[in-house]
């Protein structure tokens, strides 16, 4: 069974990190996935902000699941390299995150994310962007 049929079938069960974080699935289609999540205490850094890396792990999702949305059925990923700049912190609330896929290759893709609030228009927490190796399994 493919990630997206479990996806499909399974909800964020499908994926033990998603269970893990809360992590919601929103929607997934052709190049694009969008998640949330809620912000809980236990996620903070000890100056009481949301800690940088539950940014970049939302996003990475976003854009893997987008990923996964323009793959061959014989493909999987690996992420190569990521990068996240942060705009804004928060400490409670919902977060957001659009993964996109930008431009699949036969070997590798690169994708872009965002996170933000749910009904903040234009208020960007964090931006990422990653390549991803793509694998052909025979």
Avoid: C, H
């Avoid at 539950?54 to 893997?64: F, G, H, P, Q, S």
């Amino acid at each position: 069974m493919s990630y997206l049929e479990e996806i499909s079938l399974k909800g964020r069960d499908a994926n033990p990190f998603f269970r893990m974080m809360g992590i919601e699935i929103v929607s997934y289609a052709e190049g694009g996935a969008v998640l949330t999540m809620d912000v809980r205490p236990d996620m903070m850094n000890g100056d009481g902000w949301l800690q940088g890396g539950v940014y970049t792990a939302l996003a990475d999702e976003a854009m893997a699941l987008a990923l996964f949305t323009v793959l061959k059925e014989n493909e999987i990923i690996a992420t190569i390299s990521e990068s996240t700049s942060f705009y804004r912190g928060v400490q409670d609330g919902t977060i957001i995150a659009e993964g996109t896929v930008i431009r699949k290759g036969r070997k590798v893709a690169f994708t872009k994310g965002v996170v933000k609030r749910p009904g903040e228009t234009g208020v960007v927490l964090a931006e990422s962007s990653a390549s991803f190796a793509v694998i052909a399994q025979e």
